[in-house]
């Protein structure tokens, strides 16, 4: 038979048991959310070497200073000089923006956060879009299964710290177009100058259209190719 003090002492040890559950559960869920955040940095741009980036129309009073603690790079500049200024050196950049106009003056640009990071990677990739090539003509109503996409590309590497890259993806856009490509080598060799990537196409297009070829490169942008006839 279970008496009074039996029965507090296991009360006692079940509500315990549930406040070290819970502060274990909390703890795990602080830890998992701290190692997601480190592993999914958000940058305002992923670029190449030696590549300037757009910010658009901005305003004469507005001040910048860009800074790359690891390459010892460190810059000022005022208003729309940020649209010409080259990333020369690969790592990572902290560029601060400064408005110095009152509040109650009007910008003639967008509103920028007092502080971004941009991505600076060491290769640069380059589709040669004049001389894409297509294994079968595409017509409508078609179902293909191994039509084949070549086309060529220059690659540049700043340092050869990298020596392969996942294949760039393709997707192909248009009015009732359901067409699948898929690189044909999963990897691609980082070395200075040209090569040809493969893709294998399957799929049909059902309905008359203009198709659109977007292809990825290393940063995670998208090099646009339109075909120039119409898919009847």
């Known amino acids: 038979m279970i008496n009074n003090n039996q029965l507090i002492n296991s009360k006692s040890n079940v509500s315990g048991m549930k406040t070290i559950l819970k502060c274990s ?9 701290f190692n997601a955040v480190a592993q999914s940095k958000q940058f305002y741009k ?3 070497f030696d590549e300037k980036i757009d910010f658009g129309n901005v305003d004469a009073s507005a001040k910048w200073t860009i800074n790359n603690m690891g390459a010892k790079v460190f810059a000022s500049l005022n ?32 509103m920028f956060p007092d502080k971004i990071t941009v991505k600076v990677n060491p290769v640069k990739l380059t589709f040669n879009f004049s001389k894409i090539e297509f ?3 595409i017509e409508r ?11 060529p590309v220059t690659i540049t590497s700043k340092n050869n ?11 192909i856009a248009g009015i009732g177009v359901e067409l699948k490509a898929e690189p044909m080598n999963n990897d691609v060799e980082v070395r200075n100058g040209d090569q040809v990537l493969k893709y294998k196409v399957s799929g049909m297009v059902k309905e008359q259209s203009y198709l659109m070829f977007d292809f990825s490169d290393f940063n995670g942008g998208v090099q646009t190719y339109n075909l120039p006839q119409i898919i009847n």
């Open 141 to 151: 109503g078609r179902n293909y299964e191994n039509l084949i996409i070549t086309v």
């Open 46 to 48: 992923v670029i190449s």
């Open 135 to 137: 294994s079968e003509k």
């Open 161 to 171: 710290s990298i020596s392969k890259l996942p294949a760039p993806g393709l997707s």
């Open 25 to 33: 559960l909390f703890f795990a869920l602080i830890i998992g959310s």
């Open 79 to 110: 208003g729309k000089q940020i649209n010409d200024y080259v990333f020369q050196q690969t790592g990572e950049y902290e560029i601060q923006f400064l408005e110095t106009k009152k509040h109650n003056e009007e910008c003639s640009h967008p």
